[in-house]
């Protein structure tokens, strides 16, 4: 029976299936170092975004991060500045990678929204783990917010807004993707 109570949930259930698929694929090229190919998984028209947090008080949560284009955020950056800051790892010569980072990307708590034909939203929570040399050990712990773009060869990632759940960043440099 088309347009049946059980036919929207198996197709929720496949649009699931596939935003995670997607966010398995792009994690094990993260974590493989595989960034030439990570950046093919993104829009060319891409808005990468991580605000900063701000430790607020009782009832003033909603000036918790910065906001766009007015305040200092971590990263606000397009496709350009992404694929630079690839070239750069690649040369072998960036002194924030050498030696290369290792990383673990997590996420969990996978939310799906169909917003038109061919966007969705997804919400994730996530944890980056990084570790450098012996001893430099970090984690970063927070939410995610995408636009999904449906092409032909499969979602594009076309806007990533980042939210870490720490004000304060304790690791020495922030070279890694989310």
């Given at each position: 029976m088309?347009?049946?109570?059980?036919?929207?949930?198996?197709?929720?259930?496949l649009?699931?299936?596939?935003?995670?698929?997607?966010y398995i694929?792009e994690?094990e090229?993260?974590?493989?170092?595989?960034?030439?190919?990570?950046?093919d998984l993104?829009?060319?028209?891409?808005?990468?975004?991580?605000?900063?947090?701000?430790?607020k008080?009782?009832?003033?949560w909603?000036?918790?991060?910065?906001?766009?284009?007015?305040?200092?955020?971590?990263?606000d950056?397009?496709?350009f500045e992404l694929?630079?800051?690839v070239?750069?790892?690649?040369?072998?010569l960036?002194?924030?990678?050498?030696?290369?980072s290792?990383?673990?990307?997590?996420f969990s708590n996978?939310?799906?929204?169909?917003?038109s034909?061919d966007?969705?939203?997804a919400?994730?929570?996530?944890?980056?783990?990084?570790?450098?040399?012996?001893?430099?050990?970090?984690?970063?712990v927070?939410?995610r917010?995408?636009?999904?773009?449906?092409?032909?060869?499969g979602?594009?990632v076309a806007?990533?807004?980042?939210?870490?759940?720490?004000?304060v960043?304790l690791a020495?440099?922030?070279?890694?993707?989310?």
């Amino acid at each position: 029976m088309v347009g049946s109570p059980k036919n929207a949930l198996i197709d929720e259930l496949l649009v699931r299936y596939r935003v995670e698929q997607f966010y398995i694929q792009e994690a094990e090229l993260l974590d493989t170092r595989q960034f030439e190919a990570w950046l093919d998984l993104l829009a060319d028209d891409i808005r990468y975004w991580m605000p900063v947090m701000r430790n607020k008080g009782h009832g003033e949560w909603d000036d918790e991060y910065t906001r766009e284009g007015t305040d200092l955020n971590w990263f606000d950056e397009g496709k350009f500045e992404l694929e630079q800051r690839v070239k750069q790892i690649a040369t072998g010569l960036h002194w924030a990678e050498e030696p290369i980072s290792r990383t673990c990307h997590m996420f969990s708590n996978l939310q799906v929204t169909d917003d038109s034909d061919d966007e969705l939203t997804a919400r994730c929570r996530f944890i980056v783990y990084r570790n450098r040399t012996e001893t430099e050990t970090d984690f970063f712990v927070g939410k995610r917010q995408d636009t999904l773009r449906e092409t032909d060869d499969g979602f594009v990632v076309a806007a990533r807004e980042i939210y870490l759940d720490q004000s304060v960043l304790l690791a020495k440099n922030l070279t890694v993707f989310f």
